[in-house]
Protein backbone atom coordinates (compact mmCIF):
# COMPACT_ATOMS: atom_id res chain seq x y z
CA UNK A 1 0.00 0.00 0.00
CA UNK A 2 1.42 3.54 -0.45
CA UNK A 3 2.62 5.81 2.26
CA UNK A 4 -0.24 7.79 4.21
CA UNK A 5 -3.21 6.65 6.45
CA UNK A 6 -4.67 3.41 6.45
CA UNK A 7 -7.64 3.37 4.18
CA UNK A 8 -10.78 2.04 6.63
CA UNK A 9 -12.49 -0.31 5.03
CA UNK A 10 -16.09 -1.84 7.59
CA UNK A 11 -16.92 -5.34 6.95
CA UNK A 12 -20.68 -6.02 7.24
CA UNK A 13 -21.37 -9.74 7.78
CA UNK A 14 -23.01 -11.82 9.72
CA UNK A 15 -20.78 -15.21 9.54
CA UNK A 16 -18.37 -14.76 11.59
CA UNK A 17 -16.28 -17.34 9.75
CA UNK A 18 -16.41 -15.65 6.60
CA UNK A 19 -15.80 -12.14 8.47
CA UNK A 20 -12.86 -12.89 10.31
CA UNK A 21 -10.77 -14.19 8.12
CA UNK A 22 -11.20 -11.76 5.62
CA UNK A 23 -10.62 -8.93 8.49
CA UNK A 24 -7.18 -10.62 9.32
CA UNK A 25 -5.95 -10.40 5.50
CA UNK A 26 -7.03 -6.86 4.76
CA UNK A 27 -5.11 -6.66 8.44
CA UNK A 28 -2.15 -7.77 7.41
CA UNK A 29 -1.90 -5.38 4.34
CA UNK A 30 -2.48 -2.63 6.06
CA UNK A 31 -5.88 -1.78 5.77
CA UNK A 32 -7.72 -0.24 9.22
CA UNK A 33 -10.76 -3.17 9.71
CA UNK A 34 -13.61 -2.43 11.70
CA UNK A 35 -16.67 -5.88 11.54
CA UNK A 36 -20.23 -5.18 12.03
CA UNK A 37 -22.50 -8.40 12.54
CA UNK A 38 -25.46 -7.27 11.04
CA UNK A 39 -26.76 -3.75 8.87
CA UNK A 40 -28.33 -1.80 11.79
CA UNK A 41 -24.98 -2.14 13.32
CA UNK A 42 -23.36 -1.72 10.25
CA UNK A 43 -25.15 1.41 9.31
CA UNK A 44 -24.65 2.62 13.30
CA UNK A 45 -20.77 2.20 12.59
CA UNK A 46 -20.67 4.21 9.03
CA UNK A 47 -22.65 7.07 11.13
CA UNK A 48 -19.67 7.32 14.09
CA UNK A 49 -17.00 6.79 11.47
CA UNK A 50 -17.27 6.81 7.56
CA UNK A 51 -15.22 4.29 6.10
CA UNK A 52 -13.24 4.32 2.95
CA UNK A 53 -15.05 1.23 1.76
CA UNK A 54 -17.17 -1.23 2.72
CA UNK A 55 -17.87 -5.16 2.46
CA UNK A 56 -21.77 -5.69 2.65
CA UNK A 57 -23.55 -9.42 2.75
CA UNK A 58 -26.56 -9.38 1.15
CA UNK A 59 -27.86 -12.27 3.25
CA UNK A 60 -28.24 -11.08 6.68
CA UNK A 61 -30.73 -11.09 9.56
CA UNK A 62 -31.96 -7.94 11.16
CA UNK A 63 -31.59 -5.87 7.72
CA UNK A 64 -30.48 -7.38 4.62
CA UNK A 65 -27.59 -5.95 2.00
CA UNK A 66 -30.04 -4.09 -0.17
CA UNK A 67 -31.93 -2.46 2.74
CA UNK A 68 -28.47 -1.66 4.56
CA UNK A 69 -27.03 -0.12 1.02
CA UNK A 70 -29.99 1.96 1.00
CA UNK A 71 -29.66 2.98 4.54
CA UNK A 72 -26.07 3.75 4.14
CA UNK A 73 -26.38 5.92 1.42
CA UNK A 74 -28.67 8.35 3.19
CA UNK A 75 -26.10 9.25 5.87
CA UNK A 76 -24.69 12.19 4.87
CA UNK A 77 -21.08 11.95 2.67
CA UNK A 78 -21.76 7.81 2.36
CA UNK A 79 -23.15 8.33 -0.94
CA UNK A 80 -19.84 8.06 -2.28
CA UNK A 81 -17.81 5.58 -0.06
CA UNK A 82 -17.98 2.31 -2.52
CA UNK A 83 -19.74 -0.45 -1.39
CA UNK A 84 -18.79 -4.35 -2.57
CA UNK A 85 -21.19 -6.07 -2.03
CA UNK A 86 -20.83 -10.52 -0.73
CA UNK A 87 -23.18 -12.86 -1.93
CA UNK A 88 -23.59 -16.41 -3.30
CA UNK A 89 -25.67 -14.87 -6.10
CA UNK A 90 -22.97 -12.35 -7.84
CA UNK A 91 -24.17 -9.58 -9.65
CA UNK A 92 -27.71 -11.30 -9.58
CA UNK A 93 -27.93 -10.36 -6.20
CA UNK A 94 -30.72 -7.70 -5.93
CA UNK A 95 -32.92 -9.50 -8.31
CA UNK A 96 -32.92 -12.95 -5.47
CA UNK A 97 -34.02 -10.75 -2.78
CA UNK A 98 -37.25 -9.93 -5.01
CA UNK A 99 -35.93 -6.17 -4.93
CA UNK A 100 -35.29 -6.07 -8.98
CA UNK A 101 -37.97 -3.35 -9.64
CA UNK A 102 -35.57 -1.53 -6.83
CA UNK A 103 -32.17 0.17 -8.46
CA UNK A 104 -29.20 -0.73 -6.97
CA UNK A 105 -27.76 2.20 -4.84
CA UNK A 106 -24.51 3.94 -7.48
CA UNK A 107 -22.03 3.51 -4.74
CA UNK A 108 -21.99 -0.03 -5.12
CA UNK A 109 -19.17 -0.99 -7.30
CA UNK A 110 -19.46 -4.69 -7.68
CA UNK A 111 -20.13 -7.86 -5.89
CA UNK A 112 -18.05 -10.85 -5.13
CA UNK A 113 -19.38 -14.37 -5.05
CA UNK A 114 -18.84 -16.15 -1.53
CA UNK A 115 -16.43 -17.83 -0.74
CA UNK A 116 -14.44 -15.54 -2.36
CA UNK A 117 -10.27 -15.96 -2.83
CA UNK A 118 -8.02 -13.64 -0.74
CA UNK A 119 -6.19 -12.78 -3.81
CA UNK A 120 -9.42 -11.72 -6.12
CA UNK A 121 -10.36 -9.54 -2.76
CA UNK A 122 -7.75 -7.98 -2.51
CA UNK A 123 -7.65 -6.89 -6.13
CA UNK A 124 -11.28 -6.00 -5.79
CA UNK A 125 -11.00 -3.93 -2.74
CA UNK A 126 -8.12 -1.92 -4.40
CA UNK A 127 -9.89 -1.38 -8.10
CA UNK A 128 -12.68 -0.33 -5.85
CA UNK A 129 -10.46 2.42 -3.60
CA UNK A 130 -9.40 3.81 -6.61
CA UNK A 131 -12.97 4.63 -7.65
CA UNK A 132 -12.96 2.11 -10.53
CA UNK A 133 -16.26 -0.47 -11.55
CA UNK A 134 -15.68 -4.32 -10.47
CA UNK A 135 -16.81 -6.44 -13.23
CA UNK A 136 -18.35 -9.92 -11.48
CA UNK A 137 -15.90 -11.60 -9.52
CA UNK A 138 -16.03 -15.35 -8.35
Known sequence: MADGPAKHILIIDDDEDFRDPIEIVLGSRGYRVRCASNGDQGVRMAAEEP?????????????????????LQEL?????????????????AIDFYGEGSVPAPAN?????????????????????LAGREIERAS
Open 51 to 71: PDLILLDFLMPVKNGLETSLE
Open 76 to 92: PGMGRVPILGLTAFGDR
Open 108 to 128: IRGYLEKPVEFDVLLERVALA
